[in-house]
């Protein structure tokens, strides 16, 4: 192999690797809601909204596992049971939320994981790269997540969700 063939093949993993073209503005996340913050010090614990409404996503999809031996926390059972009250006047939106969710076939992991490249808030948006993931993989099969993260929120009006159940939260990490 020529010199010259080395180092195209070196920049070509280069970019391949490095994800050229990223499309993703990277910034940091910023947590505006402070009722939802706990700090102590240099430790700060938050009631997530990328995590909660990643969660209920896949509850409404149909994920349906719990720790050996746990019951199902109270705002988790709240949120199903909302969520499921409007399942049937959603029928279709909800059907095409799970072809996705099937469709993508990940884990609960991988999820969380995608959660934290997100901005803090709705709407929510990409703000890290796919090479800050544990599973950048993950990061290819959720591109268009965001968007359906979104449509999941405004349908089901989850803000309205979120206020509900949030103090559930809030005083679970306080």
């Not at 938050?46 to 705002?75: S, W």
């Not at 993989?137 to 997540?145: E, I, K, N, Q």
Request: hydrophobic residues 40%; proline residues 4%; glycine residues 6%.
């Amino acid at each position: 192999m020529s010199r010259n063939h080395l180092y195209l093949l070196l920049i070509s993993v280069f970019l391949l690797v490095g994800g050229c073209g990223s499309h993703i503005k990277i910034e940091p996340v910023f947590f505006s809601h402070e009722d939802e913050v706990i700090r102590e010090g240099d430790f700060i614990v938050l009631a997530d909204r990328r995590v909660f409404t990643i969660m209920a996503f896949m509850n409404a999809c149909g994920y349906d596992e719990e720790f050996k031996g746990k019951q199902m926390h109270p705002a988790r059972s709240r949120v199903r049971e909302i969520i499921k009250g409007q399942s049937a006047s959603q029928a279709e939106q909800f059907r095409k939320w799970e072809q996705y969710y099937n469709n993508v076939n990940l884990r609960i992991f991988h999820y969380l994981d995608y959660a934290l490249s997100l901005s803090a808030d709705y709407p929510f948006r990409r703000i890290r790269p796919d090479s800050e993931l544990g599973y950048p993989f993950a990061g290819g099969r959720l591109a268009d997540f965001p968007d359906v993260l979104n449509e999941f929120w405004e349908t089901l009006d989850m803000e309205k969700v979120w206020a509900e159940v949030k103090p559930i939260y809030v005083d679970e990490i306080g």
